[in-house]
């Protein structure tokens, strides 16, 4: 094997587990996909390598930001402080380790409800600020990870460019 052909599996690798760190934000999602599109451009060393990178790393830049943007919004909208979302990110780590895979979850939703519920004093009204919030975050994940399998569907086109000419 080539050095080309072992950097297009491992930075593949690496971009598969940099989409999973986007819907399971363990793992620095869309900057993993950054990154191995960067190892692709310096190992191959050529045009193709380099658009591929810039417009991939243009993608990622997007989703990230735009993610921010819509999820922070909205939040702002229904004024859920950055409190419980510290609080909801705490219990999602515990979770994660009391619960195999979906304790991630779980943890965040309880932790910003039980923070929500602390801070308005209102089950109700609780309920609905942190389903928002959970909402808001959805979102943001879903257009983050559009964006990066956008920028992995953009390598994958300049893979194939690279040793179809080569």
Request: positive net charge; contains cysteine.
């Given at each position: ?31 993993l ?64 380790f ?34 928002e ?31 179809a000419?080569?």
């Amino acid at each position: 094997m080539t050095v080309t052909v072992i950097a297009a599996i491992l930075c593949a690798a690496l971009i598969l587990v940099g989409i999973i760190g986007v819907i399971v934000p363990i793992l620095p999602g869309s900057i993993l996909v950054g990154l191995a599109l960067l190892v692709w451009a310096v190992t191959v060393q050529s045009t193709t390598g380099w658009v591929i990178f810039a417009t991939g790393a243009l993608l990622v830049t997007v989703g990230m930001t735009s993610s921010a943007i819509l999820t922070g919004r909205r939040m702002k909208r229904r004024n859920v402080p950055n409190r419980s979302l510290l609080v909801g990110l705490g219990f999602a780590v515990v979770g994660l380790f009391v619960i195999p895979v979906v304790g991630l979850f779980i943890g965040f939703a309880a932790g910003l409800l039980l923070a929500e519920y602390t801070r308005q004093r209102d089950f109700q009204a609780a309920i609905s600020s942190s389903w928002e919030a959970l909402k808001a975050a959805g979102v943001g994940i879903l257009v983050e990870c559009g964006l990066a399998c956008l920028a992995a569907s953009a390598w994958v086109v300049g893979v194939w460019i690279h040793f179809a000419a080569a």
